[in-house]
């Protein structure tokens, strides 16, 4: 598949894409990733573009990753404030997405708490629309970013074995993840507390372990996950010293998967709490590789939405 292939308006989520799709979005990133190395770090690919980002949650990595990924293309970037908008005067999301759209965006990102809202506008506008994150249902631009990072340093993803460890139930990027790795044709392993295990998530084709030394076993890539305390609405584990005594990354635990294995984490990141901070900042650790891949990666994702072809 080539980029004049690309036919979609919206990316909402990994689950609607075929491989070939995730393979040009990544192939589109690897001839974006140079651009972060020059002097002066702009193209003019997007100029004339306006992109609007609405976020809605709370964002380092994401939202700061797209202003730059739009700057760098010489796109016009809107930061949306929520907060200081007339939502606070009791205008609907609907009707802020229309008034939006009467201004002529090309593309709409978006970050949401709530699973669906990101589609619900894409039915609704003319704008493209990019999931940002909806509630705990889907990050695609986190797990095209992770994909992007896994193929940089292993090669390929195909016929790895990938663990992801956490809080599985309340992680939207678990859910992204489980789609592109399969899709590429990783297996899967996911490990956490029982309470924080979705049930039935068998059924999306991932092996699942009750300890953290099962699933390392054989692993070539450890995914770390937050605790999402943000999306509990009970506490679920006894305490954080127990928590990361059982689910913790340490360097001994590490130990177990394969002797070069990768460390990912999505961020932000908890140290103490789901991994030590001498493995977050080990030699095992990709963390900062997956931060600074996710320009090169959003990049990508703006050019291929803004219907602009040829002009990488
Ligand atoms: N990984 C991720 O989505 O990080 P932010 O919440 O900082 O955007």
Do not use: C
């Not at 009791?90 to 809202?117: C, F, K, W, Y």
């Not at 940089?152 to 956490?166: E, F, T």
């Amino acid at each position: 598949m080539n980029e004049t292939n690309w036919h979609r308006k919206d990316l909402l989520g990994i689950a609607e894409l075929s491989a070939a799709e995730i393979e040009l979005i990544l192939d589109t990133a690897e001839s974006f990733r140079e651009v972060a190395e020059r002097p002066i770090k702009k193209v003019p690919t997007l100029r004339g573009k306006t992109v609007i980002n609405l976020f809605f949650e709370a964002s380092t990595r994401t939202r700061s990753s797209f202003e730059i990924a739009e700057k760098r293309l010489s796109a016009d970037g809107l930061n949306f404030s929520s907060s200081s908008s007339a939502l606070v005067k009791g205008e609907s999301l609907v009707d802020t997405a229309r008034n939006l759209q009467a201004m002529s965006p090309d593309l709409i990102v978006i970050r949401h708490g709530h699973p669906g809202v990101p589609h619900r506008l894409a039915r609704l506008l003319e704008a493209g629309v990019i999931n940002a994150g909806d509630g705990a249902h889907e990050h695609p631009t986190q797990a095209l970013l992770d994909a992007f990072t896994i193929r940089q340093h292993k090669g390929q993803i195909g016929g790895l074995r990938v663990a992801i460890i956490g809080d599985i139930e309340h992680s939207r990027v678990v859910r992204s993840n489980i789609h592109l790795l399969q899709k590429l044709g990783a297996s899967v392993v996911v490990a956490g507390p029982r309470t924080m295990m979705p049930v039935g998530i068998e059924g999306l084709g991932v092996d699942v372990a009750y300890s953290l030394d099962e699933a390392l076993d054989g692993a070539d890539v450890v995914m770390m996950l937050r605790i999402q305390l943000e999306r509990q609405g009970r506490p679920l584990i006894p305490s954080i010293k127990e928590y990361f005594s059982l689910f913790g990354l340490t360097r001994d635990r590490l130990g177990l998967a394969n002797e070069d294995a990768i460390v990912m984490h999505p961020g932000p990141m908890n140290r103490g709490v789901e991994i030590a901070s001498d493995v977050a900042d080990g030699p095992e650790s990709v963390i900062l590789a997956q931060v600074a891949n996710g320009v090169a990666v959003r990049m990508a994702i703006l050019y291929l939405l803004s219907g602009v072809r040829g002009a990488a």
